[in-house]
């Protein structure tokens, strides 16, 4: 493609709500437009990219057997009312009425549309395991979409749902969508990891996410130093931790005035957080209280807290006036002796012995305090986020941190839309079965936007070949002017598409700075600069957007040079 029949927009600027690189570059590259808070426009040279990254996914989910199809945006409220999602799904999901007044949505996800045809489509075990996949737009109205089209509230999914006669076919086909998932994300380029991911009320190990490695992603995801485990940190497990050592302590009460952090408690009794333990209050689910208690240095983990029975769901922490009425003190005194409802003490909290707590009086705190001598109605739970350094839990090496991007998701849903839909096939025995599913989503936007965090410099973005818009650009200086220059420059971009080479030919009447500039700011691999000068000599100069170097390469063989370089 010529310049001059494309729309090279780049931009000097990035708008100020651009926090992250990525959405800086994709502004200033001119490869997305913002229409409205979270919603993009993709410009010619994005959308390129996007089919690129569209095309490597058709590709491997075809050789997967899995089969395309094209599910509907706007889905009518009775599929969603019959999977109860209707109630359940929060304002993410966008509402509206139809003309007839009807209810609608924007759909953020097809569990309920694919279910609605597998139970129409899908009668016999004999057509199944069957998986059908799409590349289609989604809409979420997300609370803060951020980051450009990375958490966007209109964006593409590849989304698949398979079905099965059982549990074990389930597996097979999660197996191969793994793989097929790594093959993707091979082809790629990313640095990326698969790791274990909460699996909401099903349970089990059968979630994975595929996070890209990257400073600005907004999980946080854990490996072992010496396995292969990997996890989100909203799922990876914490172990108990033993019984505590023996109370050396007698327990004391201790005026604390005016005290109300937990680093405040610490330095006015010098002693360390690792020795102190924090009580949070949340409601159960029978209008009574019950405390969760963490060592002073540690997080409460809300997923895994939702998931321990007798708490009210969704996990909600207690008004303050409500403690303030039925424990007689404030959040920042509460603590575990003489505390009349039930405990749950994280493992690590429930590890200590000669602790400081609350005094369920305000500005009192106990010190010395151990489990066994001073607390009842005590249990001990995995309630806290792991830190860097906690074992790992299947018990080799530790955990470490890292920051990532989720690209992918991969999930065994069960029974649960065939259950509540309804949607069943006749076994080999006669039977009527309702069919297992999974689901497999893959951001295709995000991807775009996550190989920009990984791939940049300070000139800009530093694509990978497999999703550049361009493999090569020419730059020729003094196209416009130089006749030389124009036939040798036209009879290189005619021989490079001739041999399949996705060219761009930079025709405009720019200065080179600029065309340089541009260049590399939207991060095509590979350049070829044509000048007055390399006519004289017969040569050109080849660089690569990778590498600092340039070099010189006759006019004759530059073709085969770019094609073994894109080999
Ligand atoms: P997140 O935790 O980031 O909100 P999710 O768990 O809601 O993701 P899924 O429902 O599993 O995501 O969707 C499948 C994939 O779609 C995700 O792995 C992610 O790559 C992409 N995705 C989800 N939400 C957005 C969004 N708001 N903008 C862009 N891509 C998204
Ligand atoms: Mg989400």
Known sequence: MKSSDSLISTVKEA???AQIISHQLMIRAGLISKLASGIYSYLPLGLKVVQKVEKIIREEMNKSKALELLMPVAQPAEIWQESKRWEEYGPELLRFKDRHDRDFCL???????????AKQYLRSYKQLPINFYQIQTKFRDEIRPRFGVMRSREFIMKD???????????????????QTYCNIFDRIGFNYRAVLADSGAIGGESSHEFHVLADSGEDAICFSDESDYAANIERAETLPQGKPKPAKQTLELVKTPGVKTINDVCNLLKIKPTNSIKTLIVE?????????VLRGDHELNEVKASKIQGLKQPLQMAEEEKVQQRLGCSFGSIGVVNLDIPIIADYAAAFLSDFVCGANENDKHFVGVNWNRD????????LRNIVTGDPSPDGKGKLEIKRGIEVGHIFQLGTKYSDSMNANVIGEDGRAVNMNMGCYGIGVTRIVAASIEQNHDDKGIIFPEAIAPFHLVIVPINYNKSSRVKALADELYNDCLEQGIE??????????????????LLGIPHRLVISDTHADNGKIEYKSRKESDKVEVDFKVAVNFILEKLA
Do not use: C
């Open 15 to 17: 708008p100020n709500d």
């Open 107 to 117: 759909g953020p996800t097809h569990e309920e549309v694919i279910t609605n045809i």
């Open 160 to 178: 698949a749902y398979s079905f099965h006669i059982d549990e074990k076919s389930l597996g097979e086909t999660y197996q191969i969508m793994h």
């Open 284 to 292: 159960g689910d029978d209008d009574n209280l019950v405390a969760l």
């Open 375 to 382: 607390t009842s109605k005590v249990t001990s739970s995995d």
């Open 503 to 520: 060219v761009l030919l930079d025709d405009r009447k720019e200065r080179a700075g600029v065309m340089f500039a541009d260049s590399e």
